[in-house]
């Protein structure tokens, strides 16, 4: 039995409302700090069959939000244990304007209210030269999906910018869903090996070899699907700090192909 929601808490007509946002990200959300974000997704997706709904940064993720029993977790990382006694948090959506003060409830619990769906802001930013080594103080760090992920813009110039050396070692299958970015811009160039992909309305599954690329529109759905051994490419986005939400109703690719579809005011080009 479906509840119609609060007139209070409706999102505005402007506001996606496909699947993911109707589970993961319109849902009431139960903050959960952990300090290994990684060992807790494990521990939510592959022993108790919590799925991803959003998860951000992709490069080095501290927040994931993830579903199931009937209930939404956003697994937050922490630098340190959270102190005993701590007030949990419940984040309710609905609030675009951020008129609504946070308030405490009941045995500690604490509301937070919040829009559903920020705009995406970007930055300014500043403008630099930016030289990146491959050594101790940038290595490889364990990103999204079982990619590893290296920062090639520590500074993201002040925030305007990412851009992410990604690789997958063993190469074979990847443990990867149906998603979308909520970003401006995003491109993605095959540095070596092959991945195969595919895209929402694109046509069947292709393999981005070595040298190729694809501007990625915002919110267009993906997948990556398969990987040789060494894959490596390159991921410029901007802002730099933006959310991966999972699509878990959509199956790629779709019946449809339309090359020419616009994805908020931009084409998939490959």
Known sequence: ?????????????????NSALETGIRAAQVVVPCT?????????????GFRVDLIFPA????????????????????SA????????????????????ENMPGPDGVRIEWAPALAPVAVPAGTQEFVLTRHD????????????????????????????????IPAGGEVPDYVHFHRIRFQMIFCKAGWVRVVY???GPPFVLQAGDCVLQP????????????????????CPAIH????????????????????FGGQRFVR
Not at 36 to 48: E, K
Not at 139 to 153: K, N
Not at 223 to 233: C, D, F
Request: proline residues 9%; contains cysteine.
């Open 243 to 262: 959310d991966t939400v999972a699509d878990h109703a959509l199956t790629l690719p779709t019946s449809r192909r339309q090359p020419d579809r616009l």
């Open 59 to 78: 490069d080095s993720p501290t927040t994931a939000v993830v579903s199931g029993h009937g209930v939404c977790l956003r697994l937050e990382r922490q």
């Open 136 to 167: 101790a103080m940038n290595a490889w760090g364990e990103g999204r999906a079982g990619m590893q992920y290296r920062d090639l813009i520590p500074g993201r110039l002040g925030g305007r910018f990412v851009a992410s050396h990604i690789r």
């Open 1 to 17: 039995m479906r509840q119609e929601p609060h007139p209070a808490m409706t999102l505005p007509p402007s506001i996606d409302t």
């Open 218 to 237: 915002p919110q267009i759905r993906h997948r990556v699907l398969e990987a040789s051994k060494g894959l490596e490419v390159i991921e410029l986005g």
């Open 36 to 48: 290994d974000l990684v060992a807790s997704l494990d521990f939510f997706t592959g022993r108790l």
């Open 81 to 100: 244990p959270l102190a005993s006694g701590a007030p949990l948090v419940l984040r309710l959506p609905g609030d675009p304007a951020g008129a609504r």
């Open 200 to 202: 929402e309305d694109q």
